[in-house]
């Protein structure tokens, strides 16, 4: 089957799916859509096929993209229609999760398969309404339960939601805890790199105005005699008075002119 007559059908498919579909999916629809059993599409042939689709619709000339995402493609809109695109339907985009709901979500993505008390183990509180949020949400799914701890209790795992709501087409897609903290600590050496800088500055600074002030006392201490010396000048107190006691005795050191 030939790639020109088998891309049309998938393109189709993507759009009017409901949920993303992977590329088994494609060729299974595609084979029972055609009927062709000597000449049926392989999964070689699907897979160069959705590369060239995602080729044409990544061209700024379209709004929308091919992306694999949910665990299966689908044809979304690109990010720069956002604010366009939430027009339509404002209140499902302005939703957002609570903190407790995210914290609670983020240790179910890392540990699943989890148990609540597990969950409630790591966090410290209770988790009842924020693990009933994300159900609702259809963003946590049931999985089961565990056999093996007292009670058998009920086991959380993310759902395909999950990962169409975060734009990851597998848990595995999700950032890697080591390079969160990495982020994290080169973040903090950034800080405490400018504060080192700015209370650098900040003491070179008042260096320089103490350097000043005391340069301005000297300068404020002498005078010129009329052959052209320096000398002291009077002496002036805190209070910016003449301390006569100093002038006195700066006059008793200065040499008397001798009687003729």
Known sequence: ???????????????????????????????????????????????????????????????????????????????????????????????????????????????QPITKSEIE?????????????????????????????????????????FMDYFGINSTDDLPKISEVMMEELVQATVVAQAAVVDEMLATETLEVRVEETTAIEIDTNLIATPDGEIEESAAVNANGEIDESKQDKQEEEQPQDSEV
């Open 1 to 111: 089957m030939e790639l020109s007559q088998i891309i049309p059908h998938i393109e189709a498919l993507i759009f009017a799916s409901e949920k993303p579909l992977t590329n088994i999916d494609l060729v299974e629809l595609l084979n029972n859509a055609l009927g062709f059993i000597d000449d049926r599409a392989t999964l070689d042939q699907v897979e160069a096929a959705v590369e060239g689709i995602g080729e044409k619709y990544s061209a700024e000339f379209y709004a929308f993209e091919l992306k694999q995402s949910g665990g299966g493609w689908q044809f979304l809109t690109k990010k720069e229609f956002h604010k366009t695109v939430a027009q339509l339907n404002g209140d499902k985009f302005l939703k957002r999760l609570s903190i407790a709901a995210l914290e609670t979500l983020a240790i179910i993505a890392y540990k």
């Open 121 to 161: 183990a790591i966090r410290g509180v209770n988790c009842d309404y924020a693990v009933q949020k994300l159900l609702e949400k259809d963003l946590v799914v049931i999985a089961g339960r565990n056999e093996d701890a007292v009670g058998k209790p009920l086991i959380y795992t993310t759902s395909k939601s």
